[in-house]
């Protein structure tokens, strides 16, 4: 495998530390006179996302971090997990739900994510920064209340419930944000 | 935030600034000097990387050659020039950077480097102010004394071996990862050197930064023996093993290091053998003992004298608040 050596990171450099695929999120060399220089790094773990500071002296070295990822298209979800296809070679992997974990809720049906392969093996989905989906339930808005930021739950196709503002109804599409979950804009049309 | 100096600005900012340095200097009595930046060797340092030039290598500072012309009877001299060291970038490191070095018989150079932050600070008012108070005043600290300060009461000695220096960091916050070199002196020296990069960025950075924004310079000086590098040693009032290297901060910054020098051509060539144990324990490449200079230390030998290096880009830096200054 190839070797990465301190020195050589920085922003977006994927390394492997215990076993986990990094990314170098922010990086900062610092060097006291005639001292050791120091790499102050914050990484984040490419399969769960949990973030981490590590400082580094000169001199270390690490394995590059073998992660590739392939843009697929979901689909379908099974009791075993999520399956997702190679629109080139026609390959299906399969992810298990622990996974994907939230991101099923805004897995439509053929929605284009890249998933992320770690030694060849699938490790995680990322997901565009919206999606469109229909509201499939909803209470009807209460006549007269137009208030802009009253809010009520609504349920869209994939059983994902968010909170969106009163005028939405049945039927009707609406953009939402994957990374927060919140309702963005009502889409026309 | 101000938009960026155009390039004019950013010329007549450095032509004021070298000017000041070498009017400085030239009251002092300090003729200017130009030395080869490829060089067939380099002070063999710990962590200080040179770039390959065949055959040979650009300098990191211009240190050995302008000693040489010491010992062949120069004088007092000083030299502006751009040295190289592989892989050090970041917000205040650059693989390539403008070193002003000098070196007098008499007189102290930490007081050069008080008035020539003075002298560059006034030259450059009409471009630019500092961003962060540059000092009002000088104060000298010792290393053992600052160690002490800032730790809650650690008291070395500065003789103290790799084993000893291992016991006596255990458990604190600057514990040392375990010593990968053999021969004890190579020991000794990386004991140190790890300690005083841990303690540097926890806990002497912070406290140089508070005594800096209050407006105060400090010359950190009397560094332990161990840590001398090319400077003579010393025992202090306190019987401590010290030595004449001082490093310069100001604007919470590093900006100089400098030593009352090293004169003995035995001594020093075991000190750059240690070194070189080290490099090679931690994988660097190895590189040539200094033979031509270490001649010149033996016959016709340097004179008593002084120096220090200071990282100009910083003190313009620092003097005009353009951090960018050097793109």
Same mark, same amino acid.
């Given at each position: ?16 530390i215990?076993?986990?695929p ?9 060097k006291?006179?005639?001292g ?7 990484i ?5 996302g ?18 590739e990822?392939?843009?697929m ?8 997990g ?22 099923k ?11 992320l ?13 919206h ?25 869209v ?15 009707e599409?609406?953009?939402?944000d ?8 009502r889409?026309?049309? | ?30 003729r ?25 290598w ?20 000083f ?9 050090e ?38 471009w ?5 108070p ?7 600290v ?12 650690? *008291? +070395? !000695? %500065? ?5 000893? $220096?291992?016991?006596?960091? /255990?458990?604190? @916050?600057?514990?040392?990862? &375990? ?5 004890a ?38 560094f ?15 019987g ?6 001082f ?29 070189? *144990? +080290? !490099? %090679?324990?931690y994988?660097a490449?190895? $590189?040539?003992?200094?033979? /031509?200079?270490? @001649?010149?230390?033996?016959? &016709?030998?340097?004179?008593?004298c002084?120096?220090?290096?200071l ?9 005009t608040?353009?951090?960018?200054l050097v793109?």
């Open positions: 495998m190839a070797s990465v050596d301190v020195s050589e990171l920085k922003k977006n450099t994927k390394i492997e215990d076993g986990h990094y990314t170098v999120v922010e990086f900062q060399f610092v006291p006179g005639k050791q220089g120091l790499y102050k790094c914050r984040k773990n490419m399969i769960t949990a973030v981490i500071d590590r400082t580094w002296r000169s001199g270390e070295k690490f394995d590059a971090a073998n992660v990822s392939k843009q298209q979901y689909l379908f979800a099974s009791a075993d999520f399956t997702f296809m190679d629109n080139e070679s026609y390959e299906q992997v399969e992810l298990s739900s622990s996974v994907v974990g939230d991101d809720w805004f897995l439509l049906d053929n929605l284009a994510v890249d998933v392969f770690y030694n060849d093996r699938p490790v995680g989905i990322s997901l565009p920064s999606v469109i989906m229909e509201i499939t339930d909803s209470e009807p808005g209460v006549k007269g209340d137009t208030a802009t930021n009253v809010t009520k739950q609504a349920t196709s994939t059983g994902y419930q968010v909170q969106v503002p009163i005028f939405i109804k049945v039927g599409r609406v953009k939402i994957t990374r927060s979950g919140a309702y963005i804009e889409v026309n049309g | 935030m101000s938009p960026p100096p155009s390039v004019a600005a950013r010329v007549a900012t450095w032509d004021a600034a070298l000017a000041a340095v070498r009017a400085y200097f030239r009251g002092e009595g300090l200017e000097v130009m030395t080869p930046p490829r060089v067939p060797a380099v002070a063999i340092e710990p962590w200080i990387e040179p770039v390959p030039a065949t055959p040979g650009l300098h990191t500072s211009p240190e050995l050659a302008m000693k040489s012309l010491l010992a062949h009877g120069s004088g007092p001299i030299q502006i020039t751009h040295v190289a060291r592989a892989s970038r970041g917000a205040w490191h650059r693989e390539q950077f403008v070193l002003l070095e000098w070196y007098r018989l008499d007189g102290d150079p930490a007081d050069d480097v008080a008035a020539l932050v003075a002298r560059v600070l006034e030259a450059l008012a009409p630019g102010r500092p961003s962060t540059p000092p009002d005043r000088w104060s000298r010792a290393f053992l004394d600052a160690v002490r300060e800032t730790t809650g009461g650690l *008291a +070395l !000695r %500065g003789d103290e071996d790799g084993e000893a $220096l291992t016991r006596a960091l /255990a458990g604190a @916050a600057w514990s040392l990862p &375990p010593l990968r070199t053999t021969d002196a190579a020991r000794r020296l990386e004991a140190w050197t790890a300690f005083f990069t841990a303690w540097s960025d926890t806990a002497l950075d912070p406290w140089l930064a508070a005594r800096a924004g209050a407006g105060e310079g400090i010359h950190l000086i009397a332990p023996e161990p840590l001398a590098a090319l400077a003579e040693r010393s025992l202090d009032a306190a401590r093993s010290t030595s004449g290297r490093e310069s901060h100001a604007f919470g910054r590093e900006l100089a290091n400098g030593y009352r020098e090293l004169r003995d051509p035995i001594e020093q060539r075991a000190r750059f053998a240690a070194v070189a *144990a +080290l !490099r %090679g324990a994988g490449p190895p $590189l040539p003992m200094p033979e /031509a200079f270490l @001649a010149d230390l033996t016959s &016709p030998g340097l004179p008593v002084s120096g220090a290096a990282g100009l880009e910083r003190l313009v830096a620092l003097a608040g353009d951090v960018a793109p």
